[in-house]
Nanobody
Framework: QVQLVESGGGSVQAGGSLRLSCTAS????????MAWFRQAPGKERERIAATDNNGRSNYADSVEGRFTISRDNAKNTLDLQMNSLKPEDTAMYYCAARQYCFYVAYVYWGQGTQVTVSS
């Protein structure tokens, strides 16, 4: 049974930093296709960062240059370093994973962790 558990959310002032972690069980993050999504109240969920089985990463324009996705194979975690946070980054953040990289859909999801950025 696959479980993804996010941690590291919290409240921070604009310009600050947070590091989110997604701990996986029953699933190996090494060489996996995983992503971070976020959803703000009243808005659609958006994918903000993703990484594939070749180590390539891509980012939404809204976070490019401020957020970095990475994986720690020893800890079996997917991390998201968030710098220069803005009030518009306030959202629930979710970790997600594909069953196989050649599948398009993200089928495994965590419960989310709240990030609140105050001005």
């Amino acid at each position: 049974q696959v479980q993804l558990v996010e941690s590291g959310g919290g409240s921070v002032q604009a310009g600050g930093s947070l590091r989110l972690s997604c701990t996986a069980s029953g699933y190996a993050v090494s060489r996996a296709c995983m992503a971070w999504f976020r959803q703000a109240p009243g808005k659609e969920r958006e994918r903000i960062a993703a990484t594939d089985n070749n180590g390539r990463s891509n980012y939404a324009d809204s976070v490019e240059g401020r957020f970095t996705i990475s994986r720690d194979n020893a800890k079996n975690t997917l991390d998201l370093q968030m710098n220069s946070l803005k009030p518009e980054d306030t959202a629930m953040y979710y970790c997600a994973a594909r069953q196989y990289c050649f599948y398009v859909a993200y089928v495994y999801w965590g419960q989310g962790t709240q990030v609140t950025v105050s001005s």
